[in-house]
């Protein structure tokens, strides 16, 4: 940039330069074609990085983008990410949904429980089959059956409570 900047400045100093040297008749007519020709050389020295840009485009190698949807390997894959990071959300959710749950119902400290799914896939379908509960610290004194019924009635599946 500093280059671009050095240069239109050196260009319109020569042509100023030039057009106070050069004589002035009484038609002008040599001092209009001066101005025309170093305006021209100004605008020649402003777009010369346009040009760069355009050569640029011309040699650039667009095969080396990689057209995601042209392969069905390819979207598979992406499908099967984007799948494991919505599971991963959707666990995420479910567990604080439970840890939360655990809170209000029977005042237990969210750090104080460990929440593990177990999600079975079947036909594109995923179930929570499964919630495992770890209950430590002052949890571990309250009632796991207690705990094991109400969390089972919310998540309709198999709950395991386990004191550690």
Not at 31 to 55: D, F, Q, T, Y
Request: glycine share 6%.
């Amino acid at each position: 940039m500093k280059e671009y900047i050095i240069s239109i400045v050196l260009v319109s100093l020569i042509c100023s330069i030039v057009k106070i040297i050069s004589p002035g008749g009484e038609g002008e007519g040599l001092s209009r074609h001066i101005k025309l020709v170093c305006g021209l050389c100004i605008i020649c020295v402003i777009i010369n990085p346009l040009l760069g840009a355009v050569e640029w485009l011309e040699n650039f190698d667009f095969s080396a983008i990689s057209d995601v949807s042209g392969t069905e390997d390819k979207y598979e894959e992406y499908e099967s990410i984007f799948s494991g990071y919505l599971n991963l959300s959707q666990s995420d959710y479910i567990k604080t949904q439970i840890k939360d749950m655990l809170q209000k119902e029977f005042d237990i400290d969210p750090s104080d429980v460990d929440v593990m799914l177990y999600i079975k896939e079947e036909n594109g379908e995923k179930k929570l089959e499964r919630v495992t509960l770890l209950l430590h610290s002052k949890a571990a004194l309250k009632d796991p059956v207690e705990i094991e019924e109400h969390v089972s009635g919310m998540t309709a599946c198999e709950v395991v409570v386990a004191v550690g």
